[in-house]
């Protein structure tokens, strides 16, 4: 009965440097969230995936932002040409189905100096 | 734009001593609204959840109000425990954005035994 793991847990990266943070759902469930909490903030919607469709990205803050989930199960946030405004907790989270309850991952901290 | 406003930022209770945090909403289209509980590294945990069909809903210790009219919902700990030391947000979803949460800015809770 794993849940939601999240890897790696933390991240340093030299601004311009393209990251890529990794999302373990729990196994079976449908949908997969990615939120962005910065400090002393609440989690701020990325995008979302049913499967391996990606149904919504209207969260992700500029084009250097890309997620994907190839065969409908792990998915990876990828950052590229990283900036000082990126550093923020990615948080992962996964559901049975649309409108489930969602289930979060422990994050990964990203700093980029 | 904040589309849920959580109040207050921080808040201190006594051990035994009732927590409440409120949150309030705009849109009207908001037809889940659940509470999480997150700990210091940890991912957001659901706590608690109700729907506007119902005015209040209690689990324990923990109680959620819902004012359909005045857009506004509450979390009440009745008789708080260090334990509950944690940063909480309530959060709202809408049927038409697949499970998306729009989550409030947080309250940090601290109980002193």
């Known amino acids: 009965g794993a849940g939601v793991s999240q890897s790696p847990r933390y991240k340093v990266a030299k601004r311009g440097q393209d990251v890529a943070l990794r999302c373990d759902p729990i196994?079976?469930?449908?949908?997969l969230f990615w939120y962005q909490q910065a400090l002393g903030q609440g989690p701020e919607f990325l995008t979302y995936f049913q499967n391996e469709a990606q149904l919504d990205k209207s969260g992700l803050p500029s084009d250097r932002f890309f997620a994907e989930r190839p065969e409908g199960s792990v998915s990876t946030l990828k950052i590229q040409r990283t900036q000082q405004e990126d550093s923020a907790v990615y948080l992962c989270?996964?559901?049975?189905?649309?409108?489930?309850?969602?289930?979060f991952g422990p994050g990964t901290r990203l700093t980029v100096l | 734009q904040q589309q849920v406003k959580q109040s207050p930022q921080s808040l201190i209770v006594q051990k035994g001593g009732i927590s409440i945090i409120n949150c309030a909403y705009e849109?009207?289209?908001?037809?889940?609204f659940p509470w999480y509980q997150q700990f210091p590294g940890k991912g957001p945990a659901l706590l608690i959840a109700?729907?506007?069909?119902?005015s209040e809903k209690k689990e324990g210790r923990f109680t959620i109000s819902f004012n359909k009219s005045a857009k506004q919902f509450s979390l009440h700990i009745m008789d708080s425990q260090p334990g509950d030391s944690a940063t909480y947000f309530c959060a709202a979803s809408k049927g038409s954005t697949l499970g998306r949460l729009y989550f409030g800015r947080g309250t940090q809770l601290t109980v002193w035994p």
């Open positions: 109700i729907r506007p069909d119902v």
């Open positions: 849109n009207t289209a908001f037809d889940y």
């Open positions: 989270a996964s559901s049975l189905d649309q409108g489930d309850e969602q289930f």
């Open positions: 196994s079976g469930h449908v949908s």
